[in-house]
Each structure stands twice: as structure tokens, then as C-alpha cells.
């Protein structure tokens, strides 16, 4: 009974995939991606609920405008610290989210934006051997279509090709005629606009609040920590990995709480400190 | 024969398929003026990292004066007289020349650890640093922000650095690298004027610099020693002409 | 200039770096003038310095070795419930004595973990350190019948401090002299220790990492021994937090603590010694004001701050500061202050 | 002349201290920032709806409001706020504290400080026991959760059950206040499930799904009300464990009105003990959700933290009134044992001896009704103490 753990395994892929290709492309600390799946989840949620969009449009709005969004604030401010120490960039995504929260507070107020699903996507399934909550199973296929899409992207095109290289070596790239601050403001893009994805389709589990920026935020470092930056595969792996041993140690031991998350996070970390498919130094 | 000063034996390290460096047997004699020349990619500054204990070889061993020092890390092997440049500054840009060079006399005198005395206090210290800034004529520079300096004296505090060390043997990256010509001759006079006890091994493209520094130069191709020998036997080579001098794009 | 005269300045430069300029007092006696002008601010008084202190210790790893750590809580939280479960299960609650031990329990942890976690760097040692903390966090949750849990250990019974002076709940005077006098005592020993050679190699670690063993330095131990010594004084800060409250919880080892304190440095300044004390009170008093007129202002205020500060003036309060200081003495050479942190790069 | 400056003087400061007396100053600390934001709102209006529908009843006094923020449920901020709102406002009474460790934290200070303190929310049974200047308005986890226990065997005949709780002190009281009561009426507990910590809503699959496993007849949750409560009951109805027959229970806090409507159908069968929700029908209630439609938008509902805060604010009216404006905290203490309210709730009076409230439980039921979900009442108590100190079980036994 593991579908649940590879549910939840597909959320924490999807939001964390940017934040693993992004840091790992340029580098840069960025705590405010937690952020990004907010402002998507809002908006997706927001959207569904006062203009009546259906459930796959709004994902797709919430997708486009967070993308919009973070391309913005990637060209006036994050260019400007791509350059600068871990701390600055830390200092300034905490800073973000910051920002995030108190406006949505304002905006929208300190509750939860409770997610309503399509009918077809409430309750159980029954797949014959077993009874399986409907939405997680769409979770897996999305998730599993998501991780073909950009592992076909990743593989197949030049863009692809062209943010492998430069994870793998930037100064190569550069050499190569690669335009790192185009690739970036894409991945940026695409990774931000994941994370809205993520926000969406998982605010069934997680909810949706002005403090989801940062309460999650510490699962989604762990997964691009233990997947290694840069990597697709491996953020997909991490994720699956997180996601099940969190469901099992929770439905199994509940009395060790996330204790167990930390401990494995640790040693995976001091055995594979560039993260379980990392290569790069961090 | 007495040993080396410095010798590897069959020293080899591959990098996934890459073989970096293939069973590189080399030697470098106390006092002596070495270079090491090759293409890109030669595995020059690989050989120069394993020499310094930065990387360790997939096979092999690197010898100091006859004993296996091919387990003992970067720092213990400063200890052991192994001091280098690197051919990008690696420096304390935010501190002052001074300072660059305290911490590396500190760190010889073993006065690092301590905790007490005020850095300023410990003249012994200070003097050394302020006496080889002197021989390196960097005294009127001492304050100032190595990050201020002019890229050719960045790389004199840079040597400066590996100095402070009283290295008997020193490794030099590219010493000259991206030093403008106008200035490259206050580093080539300043490793002239390196005192003649310390074995001194330079990698460097620069040929005019080679052949007038160097009493031996070895020439490295494709990770594996090409050919070894004095100045006018590797110019007169013609095969390390056909392979290498005769293509080289600079100097 | 002459070369005589450079290398002379130079060579006075480092010679009396770690002379006591002369406002240095002033933060004393600030301290002192705020005890006696604002008898009803004490409670707030003795938590900013309290929390001068922990960012002091920050400041040590963060400023001077230029370590970037999630988890520096953990060692206020150790030292916390040192003096926490001590006291509240009847072994041990005289103030100095079990102070001290917070101080060698949190060092012992540093050490331990410091050992451990310092090989890596970047994000993986960030998430190293951020989950240690979780992990002792939990840990603490679980072991409730010691630790009281989520509830925290409540009314301590802290001894009168040298056996006579109370510490009062309503009126904290006397924890406030108290914290105040081991804040200047562990100031004192962080000074000493930044100006002296060691702290000089420090700073080398943390301006080159790259360069230091290449001077023969054990980078991996030196780093251990600036964290155990940040640890322990973050355990100071934390026994004395639990004695001045008489109560300890959880909250003394989350993330939220070990974000703040980060943010306070990089607000006053890191590396800088006085930044810990610019910093924690720049924010604090905001915090303490701002919210009390609007909360979310604050945080609203407190996020543009940050982005500010970290695009614009990447050494916090005091390095704007110095930069202006610098302007209106163009001519004055380098090194007459603190040890600079590293100039930050110019933006692409 | 002098004498008449001197006079006029005199008049002068007797007008200034009967003005001073007129307005008593009440502290509030209250989470306004952070995960409590949303509960802080609550109790805040309640609070100030009470004084603005019985702005009458407060003449000829002024109440003032200094709210103070105290962010989170570390304590310490807490700690500092009440301290201050003692030392430097100098304030009459003090109220608020949404979340238990900040009322532990905070119990020294009540202690020294010398005011009346009413707690309008927090719920760890014991918090009363540890100032003597601690009233509570709001409840104890034992209310509900020592009452549900015997519902549970007797209105419910379920049998078996499984507990999960969020695993903090009101989760382990709820937890302990049902196990002890439902053991007690033949019932048996079969599994008892920490769900993770307050902070974070975590995500409930594998706790319900270990749940379901187990089979109970009834699965009794305690998470706090909010955003928790609304992933439980998503939770309960994806993995289909009504259909399977086990019936979701546990004190109001899964059906926060806030939150129900949001819930729709997928909280209909839900069986919850509380002292208030909603739709209880009384006259008080029916005029204080009107009221609060009216102050805060049609969208907007009460629960039972508003209700907190606006039976604490009677409370603090009454002691105002029967003190004539000068609150001594003995004088306000005696005026507060056996003080008596029509509440929304219900008749509720203060316990005179463990100054904790004594309340009606209400037994209900969600169902669907006009296109929404509403809580019908089937079954009820009267003047419930709270069984924790009722009983003197462990830290509730007095000092």
C-alpha cells in the first residue's frame, strides 16, 4: 500500500524540480521557490472559485501566470545576485517570501484556500484488487507524465541539452556560446511555473495558506538536497523516496513523528553529499 | 644516486573514462629549475594537484625524498615542504597583502591556533611577513586590499603566499597567467630571484619564460610524459617540436 | 606613499587592530543608562541581550569562518534544556555552575556534530545543520517525560545567583545585570579571539577555502574548533535564556530562532563583532514596535528590508556604515577597523 | 488665592482619578501574525462584537483594548507581551492566549503581575492550576473528549475505537479525556495514532490509512481546529472509511464552522461533541451570528474561539461592572466564582473552585440541509465541569 507515499512522492517531485534544475544551473539559494507553489496554488485555487475555471484551465492559468510572474522578478532582482554569496541570496529569497506572505495575508487574509476538486476526482477508485483513493492516482499518472515530459525534454531537445551542459560545467557552456542568463530566465520560467503545478494539485494534501511558503519548504530543500542539483532523475527518485519512506514510517512507527525524515536526510547526506545522483560539487 | 627531492612512480589518475594523468614517472631534484610544458589537456596542473596532495592518484605513488607520501593530504604535505601557486589567484581578496601573507607565516611558525595573543602582537610573525614582502618589493602595497591590487601584483602575493611557506620544493601554475605584458616581468623577475635552494617546478606555456628559467623541462602529451630532458635536447627534439612547440599558439 | 611608509602603516595596522577604540564603551554604557532609564523594559531588555549574545556566536562561524548554518538553534535549544532539566527535576539549579555546564553541553554537541557535518558545504551543509535541529527538535517532543515536550518545562526553580539575588518574573532586574555581565564576558573572549591569529585564519577560511590548506592549514579541524566554541557560547545563550524565563520549550530549537538570528547578523553587519548588537536590536525594536501597530506590516516591512539589504548593502547596517565612513576619509588605508568581510561582487 | 488654587487643584486630580477609573485597561495577547493569524481574528472579534452590542452594558466605564501580538505558541514572545502589558501599560486584566504553552509560559508573570487573566482559548486541562489569577471562558480539552467517551459507548453503542491526535499537549488531554472515559463505559481503544506535530498540517493518508486497517467502529480524532481539521475530513472521505463503516468522531474542533461549509458533503455524518457550534438554536446564538454577519460579512461565521472571546469579554464586562470600575484581582476573582451567563453557548457559569468554566456539551450530527452543511444536535449535557480537575488526574490535581 504504497500509493499514497508515491502520491505524496509526486507532489514534492513536482514542486521541487525547478528549485533542483535552477540551483543547480546557476547556483543560487532560492527559498522563495516555496513561494512560487504558493502564489500558483493561490492562484489556481483563486481562479476555480471566482471565475469558474475547470480544473485542468486553471492549473494551466496558474502555471502561465507564476511563470509570467517569476520571470519578472528574476530579471530586476535575482540577476542581480547571481553573483553575490550563499547568504545574500538567502537573505534575499527569505526576504521574498516574506514579501509573499504578508501581501497574501492582506490580500486574502490568514486562511486557508480550501482546493475544490472535480467531482470525477473525489473519493475512492476501485482498481479491482484494491479501493484506491481516486486523486492519488491521478497524482501518479500526472506525476509520472510530468517526469516523461521533462526527461524527454531534458534528453531530446537543444534546450535540454543546452541546461545539461551548463549544470555540468558553466564555464564550458559559456564557451560554447550557451546564453546562461536566457537558459536561466527560461528554467526559471518553467521551474517556477512547476511549482505553481505543485502547489495546485497538491493543496488537496497540503492546503493552501499564506505560511505554506515556508512550513514545506524544509521537504522540498531535502529533496533537492538528497536528489543532487541539476538532476531530474534524481530529484524524481529523492522525492519518490522521501515520499514513501514518510508515508511508511508515519502509518508504521507514528510515534517517532518526522523524526525519521531527518535521520535518513542526514545520512544520505553525509554518505552522498552531493545528493544520492549529484555529481556536481554543491 | 641519492633519491629525489620529489618522484612519482607509474603516478596515474583517471577522471570517469578520462585518463588524466598515465603512468607518470618524474623526478625533481633539490634546487632544481623544472618545467613542465604540454597542450591544453595535458594533464599539467592534474599532475601538479597530485603532486600537492589536492586530488589523490588512482594509482601510483608520489614520493618525497624517498618516502611514500602518496596518502598524506594537502596541508600535512605543506608541512612536509610542498608549498604551489594556482593558475587562477586563489587569494584572501578581502584582506589586506599583509594579512595574505600573515596567515600563511602563521600557519608555518604554527602560531594559528593560537587564540590569546592579538594577531598584531606576535612581531616574530609580522616581521617574517613584512621581510618577504620586502624581497617581493610588495612593502608598499602591505595595506592595501589584495582585492585593489592590479592583476600582476595579485599574482606576487600570490607566490608570496606559497613563499611564506619556506617550501623546499614549489609548484608554480602558470605563474604569468593573465598578467598583462606590460607587468609580466615583475614576476619573472621576482621567480629569478628565487632563492636557489628551493626546487622550483613551472608549468607554463610562456617559451621564453621556459627556456630561460628552466635547467630541465619535461614535456607532458595526453595525460603521459612525452619527453624529459635539458632545454637545448627537448628544443632540439623534433618529435616534441612536431607534437607540440611547433603548434603552440603562444609565446 | 613611500614603500617605507606603506609597509609601516600596514605593520601599525595590524599592530593595533585590536587596541579598544574609543566608543567602544558606549554600548556599555548604553546598556547600563538603559537599566536605569527604562526600569519597565527590562523583560525586553534582557531577551535583546540574550539575544546580542546568540548572535555573537553566530557571528563567530558565520562572519568570521564564513560558515552558512540553518541549525545554530540547536545549540541554544541544548544549552536551554541543560539548564532546563536540571533545575526542573531536582538535580542541579544553581545559575553559575549550571550556565557553565549549558556552555560545555552545547560545545560537546558542536563538537560532535561539527566533526560530522563540517566536510560538506553550500546547500548540503545548510540542510545538515537545518535537520540536525529538526532531528534534536523531534527528539525533544518525544522525550516529553524529560523534556515536557510541545508544553516546554515551566517555572523553573532557578537558585538566587550568588545565592542572593532573585530573579524576580514580574521585575527582571537582576537577570538583566546578570545576562548583561556574561554578555560582556563572552564579548570580551570573541574579540580576543577574532583579533588573534587564529581568528586571522579564519577569516583566510572564509575568504579562500580553497587556499587555506594549500598553506598547510587543517581547515577541517580549525572549522570544528570555531564551532565547538560557537556552540558552546550559543549554549550560554541559551542556559541563560532558560534561567532568566525560568521556563524552556521547543520553540528554543526551531527553525524560526535559527532564521532570526541569521537575519539579525546579516541585518547589523556580519564579521563585525557589533553587527550581533546592531543587528539583534535593529530588529528586535522594529519587530517590537512595527507589530505593535500593525502586525503584518512588520512582516511585510521586515521582507523588503531583507531584499533591500541583500541587493544593496550586502554587509547589513554597519557596513553601509563603514562604506560612508570610508567616503568621508578617502585617504585613510585599510585595515583600521574589524577584520572586512569579503567585498561582495558587483552585481552582473 | 492660594487656597483656591489649592482647590482647584484638588478638584482637578479627583476628576483626573475618577476619569482614570472610568476606563480600564485590558491587556490582550493574541497570535495576530503567523499559523495563528486566523484563530487571533476570531477571538479578536468576538471580543470586540461583545463590546460593541453591549456598549450599554459597559457605561459608564470605557474598556481599552491593547492587543499585543505574540506571533507564536513558542512562549517566550508571550511571556514578554504579558509582562510588558503588566509593567509598562499597566493593565487592569489580562486576556487572550490562543495556544497552551504561551498560557504556561505566561503563568509566572499572571502569578506576580497580581491581575485577572482570562484565557479564551487555550485548552490543556491543567493551565488553571497554575495561577491562581487564571479564569477560563473557553474550555478544556477534557470537555469534550472526556463527554464524546461516553457518547461514544452509550448514545453511539460503538465498542471499539481508534484514537488519533495530533501529538501535542491538547492532543495527548483529548486523547486521555476520551480513552478514559470511553474504557470506563465498557468501550475498548484499539490503536492510538500521534498524526505529527501543530505546526504543520502534515498529510493524513498513512494515519487514517493505519486506521482503517484496524477496523474500529469509530475512528475519535483530535487535530487543532483549521486548516487540520479540514485535511481530516478530506482525508477521512477520500479513503473511503465511511463506506467501509467507520464513523469519523471527535470534539468540534474537525467541524470548526469556519471551515465546514468549505468541507461540503464530505463532512455529512459526522458525529462531534463540543459546547458550541453555529447552529445551535438559542435565542443568544441567534442574535450573536447575525450580529457577527453583520460586523464581519455574510460570508463570515462564528465558532466556538469567537465565542471564547466574546464570553470572556462578558466576563471582563461583569467584574468591570461589579467592581465599580476599580478591578482588584482578589476583589475580581471573588466577583468572577459562580459569575453566570447566557451565552451562545448556553447557560455557562465559572467553576468557583478550579475557576475553569462549567458548560453544556452538545452531541451533533453534520447532515445536508438547504444546500449546506449543518449540525443537527442529538444529544446534550448540562453543566459539564471539567472531569480532569474534576477527577485531580494527574497535573490537574491541585497544587
Redo the contacts between chains.
Sequence with gaps: MLLGGIAAGMILFIVSVGLSVTMGLMGFVNLAHGGFAMLGGYAIVLAMKHWGLGFVTALAFGFLATAAASVVLERLLYARLYRATELDQVLFTIGLVFIMIASLTLRFGPENQPLTLPRALQGQIDLGFVQYRTYSLVLIVTGIAIVVALWLGFERTRLGAQIRAAVDNRRMAESLGINIARLFTITFALGSGMAALGGGLGAEFLGLDPQYALKYLVYFLIVVAVGGLGRVTGVFFAALLIGVLDFVLKKYLPQGGPMFIYAVTIVLLLWRPQGLFGGKAA | MTAPLLETRALTRNFGALLATREVDFRLDAGARHALIGPNGAGKTTLVNLLAGVISPTRGQVLLKGRDITGVGQAERVKLGIARTFQINRLFRGLSVLENVYIAVAERMGVAPSMFRPAGRRTDVVNESMHLLDTLRLTADAGRRVSELPYGRQRLVELAIALALSPEVLLLDEPAAGVPSAESHIILDAIDRLPPEIAVLIIDHDMDLVFRFAQRITVMVSGAVFASGTPREIGADPEVRAVYLGQTARG | MSEYRGGAQARTALARRHRVRAWEPLPWIVALGFFFAFPKHLGFGTEVLVTILFALSLDLVLGYAGIVTLGHAAFFGVGAYTVGMLAKHGLWNEPLTSLALAGIVGAAVGLGSGLVLLRTRGLTLLMLTLCTMALLEEAGNLAHTWTGGFDGLDSLPIAPLLGRFEFSPLYPTTQYLYVLVVLFLCFVFVRTLVYSPFGQSLTGIRENILRMPAVGAPVPRRLAVCYTLSAGIAGIAGGIWAQANAYVNLGTLGLDRAATVLIMLALGGRGRLYGAFVGAIAYMVLSHFLSKIYPTAWQLGLGLLLVVIALFAHNGILGLGETVWRRLRVSRPLNMGAPQHRTPNPPL | MIKRIVALFAVLASLATWAEAQEVKVGVNLP????G??FA?LVDRGMELYLKLNADKVKPYTIKLIK??V??????DA??AV??L???ENVDILAGWIY??NA??S???V???KKLAVIMNAG?AHITN?SPYYVRTSFSMWHAGYAMGEATSKILKAKTAVVGYT???PGKDSLAAFKRSFEAAGGKVIDE???????????F???F??AKDKKPEVFFVFVPA??HA??VV?TY????MK?AGIKLIGPGDITQD??LQ???P?AVGLVTMHHYHADLDNPENKRFVAAWKEAYGAAAVPDFMAVGGYDGMALIVHVVQALKGKVDAEKALEAVKGWKFASPRGPISIDPVTRDIVMNEYLSEAVMKDGRVFQKVIGKIDAVKDACKEQKIGPCAPK
Design positions: 495576530y501574525t503567523g499559523i493569524a486566523e481574528q499585543r501580538d506571533k507564536n505558541p513558542g512562549g517566550a511571556k514578554i509582562q510588558e503588566l509593567t509598562q497552551s504553552p504556561i509560559a503563568a509566572p508573570i502569578t506576580a503581575g490543556t497554575m501529538d501535542f499537549p495514532i500521534p498524526m505529527g506535530g501543530a505546526g504543520a498540517v502534515p498529510d493518508t498513512p494515519f490509512q493505519r483549521g486548516d479540514a485535511a478530506k472521505a477520500a479513503l473511503g463506506e469556519t471551515k468549505a468541507m461540503g464530505a
